[in-house]
């Protein structure tokens, strides 16, 4: 346990790896057949994840995000992105986090204006979000 905050301060910053992956798995209480099924997958890739035979895709990192974030329960207490970040009005009305009332997932959603621009894909958002306050105080 007392190497839980140094892993997930590394495991941040970096896209998930099988050591990353595993330990949300166990975080989350599943087996690697439960996994599979909340993650709409094989076994077989649970393991692959795992084994570090096949890298976490970027749709099983945000997939496996999300599970932990709610598993976290109430989230009254957190802020906003746009409260935390101290967004522009113009920037607000223009983000999709903004627009779906989702600032508290705005690491979860596509096409969110992060740092002043929109992202390219995935795994450039997440470049952004692993140093972020907003995911890291859900996970």
Known sequence: ???LPIFK?????????SKGFLNFRKKLDKTQRQ?????GTSVKA????????????PHVERQVFFLL????????DLKSCWVIK?????RKRLCPAWEFQAGKI?????????????QKNWRE?????RSCEVLSSLL
């Open 106 to 118: 705005c690491w979860f959603i596509n096409g969110t204006i992060c740092e002043g621009a929109v």
């Open 69 to 76: 974030s709610r598993r976290r329960g109430d989230h009254k």
């Open 125 to 129: 958002k997440m470049e952004i979000c």
């Open 35 to 39: 996994m599979a099924q909340l993650l």
């Open 1 to 3: 346990m007392g190497m």
């Open 46 to 57: 649970v393991h692959s994840y795992e084994q570090g035979w096949r890298s976490v895709p």
């Open 9 to 17: 301060k590394t495991l941040l910053r970096t896209p998930m790896d």
């Open 86 to 90: 101290n967004c522009p009005p113009d």
